[in-house]
């Protein structure tokens, strides 16, 4: 695993604010640190099932059963992640720019949970079930389907709405997705393994116009020769960073030198989403998940901006006694 320079950071900064364009390309690294499996790392799904038996449609045909067993069990994995504030400093990114799409090979609807609008799904969508015959596509929330494989009403096998291997993508996203790569003045990759076609082939692609290409991803993949630069981390740490959407956290140095905090009515919705979203992750393991899913956003920052205010006024009055 790679670590990453300030300066490189700076300078994949400055690209990133000077540019009015921004295309995105996120794979399963960016979901890792809410808790969804990758595929190729050493605990990735690809590591313990073979794709061959779950994600075709030869295997499909085969054995529709087993494969919704698949799906059910990665639904009900999904079903407990929340956006990282990778994600949630995509959705800030994504209100700073005049042209931004968001391109992901992920099926795990966290980029939308987020709150990204301008998003291209290249390999489906894993709440989506759709008809063998006639087409009809549904969304269906539910972690874990009770009855598996399910019936379109028409009487006919549904299926996940995703991609499966040897399917061609949605030709109408793939286009999209070219055209905004060609076009952007920059192409980030993030938590991808760069070696699934033709998702990784955006990336020599925007090279060929002439794009600065900017990768995060702990590792060195294909794409790192590529690059222009590559951040080596995690995104959940590195994003908030680059994009600067981690600059209204409070900061511990602020409390002590008793500079002031935001109070609740100047934080704008996109910020108290990007708020909770580091405060839930920092409060993983550590505060009973079931009060945590139960909180609203605006209520758990609240929460916290109490909790600091009082910290600091305490601090304030110790040093007054002093
Ligand atoms: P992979 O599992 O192939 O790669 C995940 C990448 O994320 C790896 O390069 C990791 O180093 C990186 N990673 C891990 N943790 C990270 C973190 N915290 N921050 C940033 N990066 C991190 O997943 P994809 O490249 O998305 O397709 O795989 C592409 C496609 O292959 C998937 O969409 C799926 C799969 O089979 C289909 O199902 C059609």
């Not at 998702?199 to 290409?213: C, D, N, Q």
């Amino acid at each position: 695993m790679g670590s990453y320079m300030n300066e490189d950071l700076e300078r994949a900064r400055s690209w990133l604010q000077a540019a009015g364009s921004v295309a995105v390309l996120t794979g399963a690294g960016i979901s890792a640190e809410s808790g969804v499996p990758t595929f190729r790392d050493a605990d990735g799904l690809w590591r313990s099932f073979r794709f061959e038996e779950l994600a075709t449609p030869e295997a499909f045909e085969r054995d529709p059963k087993l494969v919704w067993e698949w799906y059910n069990f990665r639904r009900e994995r999904i079903a407990k992640a929340q956006p990282n504030p990778g994600h949630m400093a995509l959705v800030e990114l994504e209100t700073r720019k005049s042209e931004f799409t968001l391109i992901t090979q992920n099926v795990d609807g966290l980029h939308e949970l987020a709150g990204s609008k301008n998003l291209l799904k290249l390999h489906g969508d894993i709440w989506l079930v759709r008809c063998t015959k006639c087409g009809a596509g549904w969304i269906d929330r539910r972690p874990s389907l009770p009855e598996i494989p399910p019936h379109c009403l028409c009487g006919a096998l549904a299926r996940p709405g995703v991609v499966w291997f040897g399917e061609p993508l949605p030709k109408r996203v793939i286009d999209e997705a070219t055209r905004a790569v060609k076009s952007s003045e920059i192409l980030l990759v993030i938590g991808t393994s760069a070696v699934v076609y033709p998702a990784a082939g955006l990336i020599p692609l925007a090279k060929a116009h002439g794009r600065t290409v900017i990768e995060i991803n702990p590792d060195e993949t294909p794409c790192s020769d590529m690059a222009d630069c590559s951040l080596h981390g995690p995104a959940g740490e590195i994003l908030p960073r680059l994009v600067g959407s981690d600059s209204h956290r409070p900061k511990e140095s602020d409390a002590r030198s008793g500079a002031r905090m935001k109070t609740f009515a100047e934080i704008s919705a996109p910020e108290i989403k990007t708020m909770a979203a580091w405060l839930r992750s920092k409060l993983q393991g550590r505060a009973n998940p079931l009060v945590l899913s139960r909180l609203s956003d605006e209520e758990l920052v609240r929460r916290y901006l109490r909790g600091k205010e009082e910290g600091i006024n305490h601090g304030r009055r110790k040093e007054e006694e002093r």
